[in-house]
């Protein structure tokens, strides 16, 4: 009898263990339902980059096509919005920190970045392009070993040390600053969204002396960016997503920003869809 006794004692520690493992599963906070709970949800956003994020000097608020994505997120999910400002290489460490519930900046979808973030299903197709003085050459490759411009933990950074790894990339926080670099000539072109950079020209003094090159650096599939395994959260935001498509309200979300009443129209030559 006295043999079976340390059998049996193993036995129980390992069902025991067993029973603690799955209790702490169980208990593995459902983010959805947290914020459901809270009333509120977190979302970074730009507030220096527009269209998509910016301060409007007169409310003083955030406004921008990702600010309207994120209140009808919110509104989906019968919640109050609190924006969170960030910057691109700021807005990774934001969600990870816990100090953002979701990505609504105008973050690309990459496969280095799928490694560390959910995806939603796109709501914005753009291209990076280059801005330039207007007597710059308009040909991308004309400037393989120039000094360039770019924003710091974007895309546009990445892609131009792959496609012009003799060229000298100079990485700033915010799309107005790599501008002031070219306006200063401490750089012969910055590179962002096409879209971004429109709205940059839109609001600039100067903008006949510049010059947007048609040619695409990349093409860039935008998405919400959730925490890594919050499937029912990525449920409900794709949900939401497809249904702002079905509605039309996604579509008249873009006009706002970049349709034919703006400064700087631009086609909307994408749909969001199920992947």
Do not use: C
């Not at 995806?119 to 003085?133: A, D, E, M, N």
């Not at 007597?135 to 360039?148: H, M």
């Not at 892609?159 to 070219?182: C, T």
């Not at 034919?260 to 909307?268: A, D, I, L, N, V």
Request: charged fraction near 20%; glycine fraction near 6%.
């Amino acid at each position: 009898m006295a043999r079976n006794a340390r059998p049996l004692s193993s036995l129980s520690a390992l069902a025991l263990l067993v029973f603690s493992s799955v209790a702490a599963f169980a208990a593995h906070a459902d983010q959805l339902a947290d914020i459901k709970k809270a009333g509120v949800i977190n979302v970074a956003t730009f507030d220096s980059n527009p269209p998509f994020g910016s301060v409007d000097a007169k409310t003083h608020d955030i406004v921008g096509y990702d600010v309207d994505f994120a209140k009808a997120l919110a509104k989906s999910l019968g919640v109050k919005l609190k924006l969170v400002p960030t910057n691109p290489a700021n807005r990774i460490p934001l969600l990870q920190s816990g100090k953002a519930d979701i990505i609504v900046a105008d973050i690309t979808i990459t496969p280095e970045r799928a490694k560390v973030v959910d995806f939603s299903v796109p709501y914005f197709v753009t291209g990076q392009q280059f801005l330039v003085p207007a007597g710059s050459p308009d040909k991308l490759d004309a400037y393989a070993t120039a000094r360039i411009g770019a924003v710091k933990g974007t895309t546009g950074e990445q892609e131009l040390h792959n496609r012009f790894p003799q060229s000298r990339v100079l990485s700033y926080d915010d799309i107005p600053l790599a501008l002031s670099a070219l306006r200063s000539g401490n750089v012969q072109a910055i590179t962002q969204d096409s879209t971004i950079l429109a709205g940059l020209l839109d609001g600039a003094p100067d903008k006949a002396k510049y010059k947007v090159l048609p040619e695409l650096l990349s093409k860039e599939e935008i998405g919400v960016g959730v925490k890594k395994g919050e499937t029912n959260l990525l449920k409900a935001v794709n949900a939401e997503l497809l249904n702002l498509e079905k509605t039309g309200d996604a579509a008249k979300i873009y006009n706002v920003w970049f349709g034919p009443q703006t400064k700087s129209p631009q086609p909307r030559l994408f749909k969001i869809e199920a992947k």
